[in-house]
């Protein structure tokens, strides 16, 4: 079974800083890997995917992520965070097949400091 | 944006009584799905479907019934509502899982 964690519950940067959020998902071939992002009392927007080619992907906003399959490992990064980042971000790992279904890590709240 | 919409946006209700909660698409898309989201917990799948009258339980089924009788409508009824079925309820969508999920606004449920 496919399964994704998000080590980190709340993160705290200042405006300006960088910024990277940690994935770590488990699953036996080449995932379908998602980040999306919520802002409070807001659906769930796509930030970046990957599934192949690529590894470094580029997303809306600003973001990017990276595929590495040795550390089974998409982490979502920004190089300058703005006060409008501060959000809750998902990272969703999904296969073909069986309904193309996702499962959720438990999110990661970003606060960002002025 | 995705066609996406869900209704109603809030609802409380008491323990016991019927919900049916609606979501509406104007994409086509083939798949939908219903999920919850708790504090702690992200988005866990009640139910998806992959067509008309074709649906499947997710992780969390379990007093939850769905349906689909029109391409652009998937329905989520709680028979006997539980307040342990208070929670924010999305419906997603996708024609191809390459292009990602694409959420509705969410529904506010809360059983008194």
């Known amino acids: 079974a496919q399964s994704v964690t998000q080590p980190d519950i709340h993160i705290t940067v200042s405006e300006g800083a960088s910024l990277e959020l940690r994935c770590n998902y488990s699953?036996?071939?080449?995932?379908?890997l998602f980040w999306y992002v919520q802002s409070p009392g807001q659906g769930l927007q796509l930030l970046l995917k990957?599934?192949?080619?690529?590894?470094l992907v580029q997303g809306i906003k600003g973001f990017e992520a990276e595929f590495k399959r040795s550390q089974s490992s998409f982490n979502l990064r920004k190089p300058s965070v703005h006060w409008s980042d501060a959000a809750e971000y998902f990272c969703?790992?999904?296969?073909?097949?069986?309904?193309?279904?996702?499962?959720f890590g438990t999110g990661t709240q970003l606060k960002v400091e002025l | 944006d995705a066609g996406i919409t869900q209704s109603p946006r809030h609802k409380v209700t008491e323990t016991g009584t019927p919900v049916t909660l609606r979501c509406h698409q104007t994409?086509?898309?083939?798949?939908m799905y219903w999920y919850r989201q708790d504090p702690g917990h992200g988005l866990r799948l009640i139910h998806y479907?992959?067509?008309?009258?074709?649906?499947d339980k997710g992780e969390v089924s379990d007093g939850y019934s769905v349906s689909r009788s029109k391409t652009e409508d998937f329905l989520l009824t709680l028979e006997s509502a539980t307040s342990s079925q208070t929670s924010v309820y999305f419906c997603?969508?996708?024609?191809?899982?390459?292009?990602?999920?694409?959420f509705g606004p969410g529904t506010r449920l809360t059983v008194t």
């Open positions: 994409e086509n898309h083939r798949y």
């Open positions: 969703a790992v999904g296969r073909t097949g069986g309904g193309n279904k996702l499962t």
């Open positions: 699953y036996g071939a080449t995932p379908y």
């Open positions: 997603a969508i996708t024609g191809d899982l390459a292009t990602g999920q694409y």
């Open positions: 990957y599934f192949s080619g690529d590894t």
């Open positions: 479907s992959y067509g008309v009258k074709d649906t």
